[in-house]
C-alpha cells in the first residue's frame, strides 16, 4: 500500500494511540485533508470504505472515491442479479458493511453475491462467485 506503517511492537505505537485515542491493534488512522475538510482524523469504520479499493483509493480523495464508486457500479451492470453456488440462491447486494467471502476466506466490503436465506451469512466476492460460473 503507499501509505505507512508502524511495524508491529513499534515504541512510537503508545504515543500514537494517546494521540488519536485509540487502543486496539491494528487500527487504521488516516490525517490530511479529506472531503474537503483539512487536518481531519480518520479512524477505523471512516477509512475501511475509502480503503476497500486497495492502493487505487489512493489519493484519499472524494473525486477519487467517487471514479471508484462508478467504476464499481458500472462493473456489476454487467454481472447477473442472482446464481446458484452449492446449496445456496445468490443474489447480488450493494453491501455496505465487511464480510468473509465463504470461497476465498478473504474480507469484502461492497459488491457480494449473498444467500437469500435469512440468517445463512453465506458471502462471495463477484470473483469468486463469478468464476464457479
Not at 53 to 75: N, V
Not at 89 to 100: G, I, P, T
Request: aromatic share 12%; with cysteine; glycine share 4%.
Amino acid at each position: 500500500m503507499p501509505w505507512l506503517a508502524l511495524p508491529f511492537g513499534d515504541v512510537r505505537k503508545i504515543h500514537l494511540e494517546r494521540v488519536f485515542a485509540v487502543d486496539m491493534n491494528p487500527t487504521i488512522v488516516a490525517i490530511g485533508s479529506s472531503y474537503g475538510q483539512t487536518n481531519k482524523v480518520l479512524v477505523d469504520r471512516e477509512i475501511y470504505s475509502l480503503i476497500l479499493h486497495g492502493a487505487e483509493a489512493y489519493p484519499f480523495t472524494e473525486e477519487r472515491f467517487e471514479y471508484l464508486e462508478e467504476r464499481a457500479q458500472e462493473m456489476a451492470k454487467r454481472w447477473p442479479k442472482k446464481l446458484k453456488h452449492d446449496e445456496h440462491e445468490l443474489v447480488l447486494s450493494d453491501y455496505r458493511n465487511f464480510y468473509a467471502c465463504n470461497a476465498c476466506m478473504e474480507m469484502g466490503g461492497s459488491w457480494c453475491f449473498l444467500c437469500e436465506k435469512k440468517k445463512c451469512n453465506f458471502f462471495l466476492h463477484p470473483k469468486c462467485a463469478l468464476d464457479k460460473e
